[in-house]
């Protein structure tokens, strides 16, 4: 069975920081791997979504890598910022229907 | 706006109530899901289907039932056999073509009293 792992489970940053955020997979099969913000109480936001051909995507302060050989996707935010406080989620898609979840990083920045 | 609703965003039910959550999307995606997620735990999946009339267990099916009588809803019941139903329920579509990104609704907190 396929695991997505989420290290740290919080991390707490002063604003202007640049942080990195890892998800690890255990099967290096996967499809495509997609990054979600979850502001409390709130559904899923999707943020970037690479395919398994890609390495990465970028989205403004927002850029996700994906190395398939070391089962690794990492997100990276530059210049963070309060507003960026949330759970930031990874799911890896196996195929269709088979989708995994890391329990995810719940992020605070600190003004 | 293209997007997912769900409803109610709160509900609440008492013991041996059978309860429907509701879940709709205009995106014009063919396969829905949906979740659960509990404290401190990934999501889960309960049911998703891949076309109208058609929809298969997930993982953690037992004490839920579903129906997709239309593309555009698939409403979940949590049944009175469900019996730690308390949670957070989400609903997702994604295309089945393309790039199959997942894209979610709301989310309904469901509470037993």
């Known amino acids: 069975k396929q695991e997505v792992t989420q290290i740290p489970a919080a991390l707490s940053v002063p604003e202007g920081e640049n942080l990195v955020l890892n998800c690890s997979f255990t099967d290096s099969a996967i499809y495509n791997l997609q990054w979600f913000r979850q502001d409390p109480g709130k559904g899923l936001t999707s943020l970037l979504l690479i395919q398994s051909s890609q390495r990465e995507q970028t989205s403004g302060r927002l850029n996700a890598s994906l190395d398939k050989s070391s089962g690794r996707s990492t997100l990276y935010i530059a210049a963070s910022q309060p507003g960026d406080s949330a759970t930031y989620l990874c799911v890896g898609a196996y195929n269709n229907n088979d989708m995994r979840f890391g329990a995810g990083t719940r992020l605070t920045v600190k003004p | 706006d293209g997007g997912i609703t769900q409803s109610p965003k709160y509900l609440f039910r008492k013991e041996g109530q059978n309860v429907t959550l509701s879940c709709e999307q205009n995106l014009n995606h063919d396969a829905m899901y949906w979740y659960r997620q509990d404290p401190g735990q990934g999501l889960r999946l309960i049911y998703y289907s891949q076309i109208v009339n058609d929809f298969q267990k997930g993982d953690i099916a037992e004490g839920y039932s579903v129906s997709r009588e239309k593309k555009e809803s698939f409403p979940l019941t949590v049944t009175s056999a469900q019996k730690n139903p308390t949670a957070f329920y989400l609903c997702?579509?994604?295309?089945?073509?393309?790039?199959?990104?997942?894209?979610f609704g709301p989310g309904t907190r469901l509470t037993v009293l």
């Open positions: 997702a579509s994604r295309t089945w073509t393309g790039e199959y990104e997942q894209f």
